[in-house]
């Protein structure tokens, strides 16, 4: 069984730090690309966007630019944790941040389009709630 533990959220100020974590299980690392998706407040998951992506068996990395140059993805050498370091938070990251996994995906500019996303992010986790203030 996939599942995915997502860990690290909470409530900080603009200008301030905070680094997730999404604890996978039941999951080879070299076979996925592994991503964070955020959904702002009230809106779906087919409204998330894909803020980054790590392809350890391509060493490829996706960021959107948007966070490109603050955040951070990351695994453990363990392959067992997927991390998202976010420093220089401004109030427009507030989101429910997700971890989400593509097998055998690349992690390739389509992670941003819905349609790429539905059919082939197959195994979800329940998210971490990040909430940046002025």
């Known amino acids: 069984e996939v599942r995915f533990v997502e860990s690290g959220g909470g409530l900080v100020q603009a200008g301030e730090s905070l680094s997730l974590s999404c604890a996978a299980s039941g999951i080879d690392f070299d076979e996925f690309g592994l991503a964070w998706f955020r959904q702002a407040p009230g809106k779906g998951r087919e409204r998330s966007e894909a803020?980054?992506?790590?392809?350890?068996?391509?060493?490829?990395?996706y960021y959107a630019d948007s966070v490109k140059g603050r955040f951070t993805i990351s695994n453990d050498d363990a392959k067992t944790t997927v991390y998202l370091q976010m420093n220089n938070l401004k109030p427009e990251d507030t989101a429910l941040y997700v971890c989400?996994?593509?097998?055998?995906?690349?992690?390739?500019?389509?992670?941003?389009?819905?349609?790429?996303?539905?059919?082939?992010?197959?195994?979800w986790g329940k998210g971490t709630q990040v909430t940046v203030s002025n």
């Open positions: 989400a996994a593509d097998f055998m995906g690349d992690c390739n500019r389509q992670i941003t389009t819905w349609d790429y996303v539905r059919f082939e992010f197959n195994f």
């Open positions: 803020v980054a992506c790590i392809s350890s068996a391509r060493g490829t990395t």
